[in-house]
């Protein structure tokens, strides 16, 4: 028989354990079953009521319409793994709203989902300031996207940053320039986002196996693994990694629209023609020196003609190796990307242009231009692609003068950047003229803003010699097409 005081302690430890239980939260569940699948203790209409977000009348969805009502507790659905989170699954996404890669944008706490904004501050993503120190033409400048277009059209400028126009509050339009349009995803007639087979993103359905089209509206009359093994290649790539497969059918990636060049063919896609850009002959718009045919990649060479490129001709005493050597000087490519080689000798191009000159075409006095075509800004003279300034004036093209009028503030003033960074932090500041780092060769741009590596390549040459690189996009010399000034347009070549 057990002592007084013990049974004394263990009626006082049950009435607390009572009193403890009655005090927990609504969504405390062991006190509502006495065991693991025992009946739940409350009545349907007490569950559901624990279950409804306060407010909400009977009838109203439980657990926010996102989980099952189990005895008084949200079981949140767990289709998609921390979707929905919290006792009433009330909160949605684990991360709140980004804005320029920073939550919240650096400006506000993540609180169940949503931003709370610290104060001037506001927007969903705490990305709007409540007052403006910008000018409206500083913040428009900064509104731009790459085409230079406001907030891509899709928005206002609000102190630098863009509002995108959502008033139906989908949130559809997205993106820090607003670029993302996911309306483009949506089904004209049904309102569904890629048709219910796929995912959006940014304005692009990406489909569901077995389904394809644009907006995912069309379905495959063969499994995926039907389709898949249609579309592997003999590498085991599918489409060699250079197309879509589609029902079984590789819709291969064209490199030119126009298809005048740069195709890619094949079951698989298993030729590709930008392996002919090593013998494609840029400056008379043939393959295989205009010598051949380019078959998959390879050159075929015509009666009288061999090397890679077709390049050599058999009367040529030299061989493919030595030829190039010869044309190849202190450059790292024949001709020094400026001409064409044939048994060791450089035809410079475009013929006839005094300009491009050198036995290997080392020299090429259009990088003395700049872009309205005016030489060493026209105080200096062009020795062999380089500026020789005149007295009182220095810099690539001749462009800055020694002395200078302007007031150390008023030639800051010039320097500014949109953001009212001097030179964009990347230059110094000469008589309102930015001269960007010579340690970051690819700087450039009024305020040091631009970044030549942007520019397209063709060859290892940045706009294929033939175009000077204007922040981030080839400007194209006459004659010379093509994203990086790689297609000739001009007159035959003889």
């Known amino acids: 028989m057990p002592l007084p005081g013990v049974m004394g302690v263990l009626l006082l430890s049950s009435a607390l354990l009572v009193a403890g239980l009655s005090a927990a939260p609504q969504s405390f569940s062991p006190s509502l079953r006495s065991w693991s699948g025992a009946p739940c203790r409350l009545s349907r209409a007490e569950s559901e009521r624990r279950c409804r977000a306060p407010g909400q009348p009977p009838g109203g969805a439980l657990c926010h319409g996102r989980g099952r009502c189990e005895c008084g507790v949200c079981i949140c659905h767990v289709t998609e793994p921390g979707t929905f989170f919290g006792p009433l699954c009330e909160c949605h996404e684990w991360v709140c709203q980004t804005y320029d890669g920073d939550t919240c944008a650096g400006h506000g706490t993540c609180d169940c989902g949503k931003c709370r904004c610290d104060v001037g501050w506001f927007g969903d993503a705490c990305q709007y300031p409540t007052k403006c120190d910008l000018t409206k033409k500083t913040s428009n400048q900064m ?11 899709a928005g206002t400028c609000h102190c630098g940053r863009c509002k995108c126009d959502n008033s139906d509050g989908n949130g559809l339009v997205y993106g ?19 048709g219910g087979h796929g995912k959006c993103y940014c304005g692009n359905c990406y489909c569901e196996a077995g389904w394809h089209g644009d907006k995912c509206e069309f379905q495959c009359d063969i499994t995926p693994w039907e389709s898949k093994g249609r579309c592997t290649s003999p590498d085991g790539k599918t489409c060699s990694n250079r197309g879509t497969c589609v029902c079984g059918e590789c819709s291969c990636h064209d490199v030119d629209p126009t298809g005048d060049w740069g195709d890619i063919h094949g079951d698989t896609c298993e030729c590709d023609e930008r392996d002919c850009r090593a013998v494609y002959d840029r400056y008379s718009d043939d393959f295989c020196s205009g010598h051949g045919q380019c078959n998959c990649g390879r050159c075929d060479c015509k009666a009288g003609w061999h090397g890679e490129k077709c390049e050599q001709p058999l009367s040529c005493q030299l ?43 080392e020299c090429d006095d259009r990088h003395c231009e700049d872009l309205q075509g005016v030489v060493c800004g026209g105080h200096g003279r062009c020795s062999c692609g380089r500026c020789v300034c005149a007295r009182g004036w220095f810099g690539k093209l001749c462009q800055h003068p020694r002395k200078c009028n302007l007031t150390e503030e008023q030639s800051r003033s010039l320097c500014e950047s949109a953001d009212g960074t001097l030179c964009s932090g ?14 970051e060769w690819y700087v450039s741009g009024e305020f040091c803003d631009c970044d030549d590596r942007d520019c397209d390549r063709h ?11 204007s922040c981030g996009n080839c400007e194209c010399w006459d004659g010379w097409n093509g994203n990086a000034c790689e297609i000739w347009l001009g007159t035959e070549f003889p």
């Open 319 to 361: 061989t493919s190796e030595e030829s190039a050597r010869k044309c190849q000087g202190n450059s790292g490519l024949p001709c020094s990307g400026r001409g064409k080689c044939e048994c060791g000798k450089c035809t410079c191009y475009p013929p006839g242009d005094s300009r491009v000159y050198g036995k290997t075409c």
């Open 143 to 153: 509104c731009k996207n790459s085409q230079d277009v406001i907030c891509s059209n």
């Open 176 to 194: 820090k320039f607003c670029e993302c349009d996911d309306r483009e995803c949506m089904d004209e007639e049904t309102e569904e986002i890629c």
């Open 459 to 469: 060859d290892g040459l940045i706009c294929t010699g033939n175009g000077i690189c």
């Open 426 to 439: 990347k230059g110094s500041c000469h008589c309102g003229k930015c001269i960007c780092s010579a340690e």
